[in-house]
């Protein structure tokens, strides 16, 4: 009996530990209101970031919570919540600052205040109701969450507030100064992770200018929409990847590199049936794979048109998730006829905002019409409202050797895809040019032999990496572009 009883608890307890050892870390998120908004016209990053983790491995909780400071996020029990819920191997992140900054007293703004720095210094309050309150410096309620988190065994990680929406000279007034440095301080003092926010995200402020960054503020210069809220979440992403060593690394998300376009990036399968290949097919090569994974969506035949219109970009459109990255290359079948009995694929010549209602043949349907940049625009601003990077490319050339003899002409399409990109902010790379400015440096029968002999379109195995190659030479004149760091060294 009694051996039994002993065999039943040692069961319970085997049973117990596996099931403590299949637990999932949390990473816990605290701070502010742009760290979590409850508006439904602002949201903080603290909410998108979600989608940037496999969250089979990792849960996400988001405690922050508007209008705090560190001391009212611990006087207020918030902290003590999340500290009952820590447990070896979870995470947090910290990031305050916004409210810390008034001056600390009993009223309505002040009661949110702390002292500046990292001291010890503290500063004693009455309250109406005879409750005494020591308050302290912006450092010290830092330091509590911190200790208090490593010794439950969790890894904490300070994080600077990000900046406001406030410019000065063209620059974004920046908190290195003050929040910012005294957070720095803080990791450096208690030797953990530290991920300057304010300083990542004030960098690309400055490189977008202020028209474009108003764009993320709907309201105010604190609080950002979704599309700056998921801003912010990639820019902590960053943030997490520049901490070589932290183990928050392993459950982040790997991004995808969609590749869209037509047959000159995909022809047929992929495989290279009748020598015909396309550059998408060796553009993973360059890439870290480790780090991104690259798709193929591109498919021969189609038009900026009909890519949308057959579901193939709805297709793409439902897996992008925040930190992805879409790579888009149309023209060559843009310029055919918007109804003809064969494909029905043509877009209007041009960037505007003209439209054509036709009888579509194929589909025997009618259908509205619209320019080659209009449907270039809707893939980007898709793209952008998922989170995802757009970047375009000009079309390749087609063979520019007839008869022995080497004609580079200016392509419209070219022109057209650079003028979108522009108006548009997003990455533009001028493979058309690239490669053109490759083809004058070579003989004709060098130039030609990049080419199938059944048109002079499509690129064999060896033209296919040349424009691949081409292709990268653009992503890494895109300084500004996370998809940098993508590349294999």
Known sequence: MNKNIILIGLLCMA??????????????????????????????????????????????????????????????????KVLQSLKPGDFVTMQFGHNDGSVPDTTKEGRRGVLKGTGEETKVLTWPN????????????LRKFVREAKAKGAIPIVISMIPRNQFKDGKVLRAGDSFGKWAAEVAKQEGVYFIDLNRIVANKYDVMGPESVKAFFPGDHTHTNLAGAKFNALSVVEGIKELKDCPLNKYLLKPTLYLIGDSTVKNGKGKGDGSLWGWGSYLADFFDLNK?????????????????????????????????????????????????????????????????????????????????????????????????????????PRNPVRNGVMTLVVDNYATWAEEVANAEKVGFIPL??????????????????????????????????????????????????????????
């Open 292 to 396: 991104i994974n690259v798709e193929n969506h591109a498919l021969g035949g189609t038009s900026t048109r009909t890519f949308q219109s057959k579901g193939l970009w709805d297709a793409v459109l439902t897996k992008l998730q925040p930190g992805d990255f879409v790579l888009m290359q149309f023209g060559h079948n843009d310029g055919s006829p918007l109804d003809d009995t064969a494909r029905a694929r043509g877009t209007i010549k041009g960037t505007g905002l003209e439209s054509k209602e036709i009888y579509n043949p194929i589909t025997k349907q009618k259908e509205v019409v619209y320019t080659y940049g209009w449907y270039l625009r809707k893939f980007i601003n898709d793209a952008k409202a998922k989170g995802a990077t757009a970047i375009v490319c000009s079309p390749v």
């Open 15 to 80: 049973v117990l530990f596996a099931f403590k050892k299949m637990e999932k870390p949390v990473l816990h998120v605290i701070g502010d209101s742009t760290v979590r908004n409850s508006n439904k016209e602002t949201w903080g990053w603290g909410t998108p970031i979600a989608d940037l983790f496999d969250t089979t491995k990792i849960d996400v909780e988001n405690n922050a919570m508007a209008g705090r400071s560190t001391r009212t996020f611990l006087s207020e029990g918030r902290w003590d």
């Open 130 to 141: 005879g409750t005494i309150e020591t308050v302290h410096t912006y450092g010290w309620y």
């Open 432 to 489: 058309n040019k690239i490669i053109k400015d490759k083809y004058a440096g070579l003989a004709a029968e060098k130039v030609d032999a990049f080419f199938t002999e059944k048109d002079h379109t499509h690129t064999n195995e060896l033209g296919a990496k040349v424009n691949a190659a081409s292709v990268v030479e653009g992503v890494k004149a895109l300084k500004t572009s996370t998809l940098l760091k993508y590349l294999k060294d």
